[in-house]
Structure formats: structure tokens, C-alpha cells
């Protein structure tokens, strides 16, 4: 018997909920998440966890990420996170989708989620500010797929040596 096919789902992008402005709210599997489109500032009425100002003028009109607000824990606060992509998506197409409603998951086929974190180069023991790789939050179904075939940061934008991290990004300015 030939397999069924199966159309494409559209994502549901809803605006502004749960007291986040700016963020548009899009369902990946099970995760409720407020996307954030090119230039668009993050603002709660409630307290986000690992949410710095000034990674947020930083990285909110990066050309490979967009930021993401999810709740990890019922009950706890907002979680700031990254999607990131390195395979050349046009994230300007991509948030004209998501504004729109018409979304699909395809359009996420290339993304990983990613954390800002501090870190310490090993090799010269400069302290770096980075987006890290992060393979808590399971947006995704086939994470190991995605974080396989993903490119990362390896040089030290110090010292140029390799790194032995899962970096997305470097947070400075000009990144």
C-alpha cells in the first residue's frame, strides 16, 4: 500500500501573548515559544532567565540567529535562547513568514537552539561571551541530525587557535 502523503503543517504564530510585546508565538512539537524577528526588542512583563541587554543589541539584527523566549520549566521563568542557522536561510523571508502566520516547519529544517553564555578559552584563558550549542531544550525531533551536520565557531577570535566548543556564534560587536 503507497505511504499517504502528508502535507506540510503550517506553524501557528500568533502576537504578543502572555505578556511578551514584540515576540511572535510559535508551536514547535510540544514548545510554545515568542519569536523575535530582525530588530525587534524583547520585552516582558515578567523576569527572563539568561537575558542580557546587551547580548540582546548585540545579536537582534545577527544574519544567522533569532531570538526565542521559551518556558522550560511550568511555573519558572522565561528562558532566552537562539535559533541558528549556518546553512544560508534567509531569516528576513523567515520572519516575514512568521509575522504572516505561514510558517512551516521546513523553514526551521536548518536551525539549532543555542544558549549565551561565558566561557573561557583553554588555550590562552581569554574569557569569550558566545552563543554555546544547547541540547536541553528539544524543540526539534532529530537534534543529533541537526547539531551533526551544523558548522560551528572553531578559532578563538583572540589568540586564533582552535576551540573545543559547540559555539554558534562569538557575542561582540561586528560578530
Known amino acids: 500500500m503507497p505511504a499517504r502523503h502528508r502535507p506540510e503543517r503550517s506553524l501557528d504564530a500568533g502576537f504578543d501573548r502572555g505578556g511578551v510585546v514584540g515576540g511572535r508565538t510559535v508551536r514547535f512539537r510540544n514548545w510554545e515559544v ?10 516582558s512583563d515578567e523576569p527572563i ?8 543589541r548585540l545579536l537582534a539584527h545577527h544574519p ?3 531570538r526565542i523566549l521559551v ?6 521563568p522565561l528562558g532566552c535562547f537562539y535559533l541558528h542557522w549556518s546553512d544560508g536561510s534567509d531569516l528576513t523571508a523567515l520572519d516575514e513568514r512568521v509575522s504572516s502566520g505561514t510558517a512551516r516547519d521546513a523553514d526551521f529544517a536548518g536551525a539549532v537552539v543555542g544558549e549565551a553564555t561565558g ?8 574569557p569569550l561571551r558566545v552563543v554555546d550549542l544547547n541540547q536541553v531544550i528539544p524543540l526539534f ?19 586564533g587557535k ?10 561582540e560587536p561586528g560578530s
Not at 518556558?71 to 519558572?76: G, T
Open 34 to 43: 515568542q519569536y523575535f524577528p530582525e530588530g525587534r526588542g524583547i520585552s
Open 49 to 56: 532567565g539568561n537575558f542580557t541587554e546587551s547580548d540582546d
Open 64 to 66: 544567522r540567529l533569532r
Open 71 to 76: 518556558r522550560v520549566v511550568p511555573r519558572q
Open 119 to 126: 566561557i573561557s578559552h583553554e588555550a590562552c584563558g581569554s
Open 141 to 159: 525531533s532529530d537534534p543529533v541530525e541537526r547539531s551533526s551536520a551544523h558548522k560551528y565557531q572553531q578559532l578563538c577570535p583572540v589568540c
Open 162 to 171: 582552535q576551540i573545543n566548543a559547540s559555539i554558534l556564534e562569538f557575542i
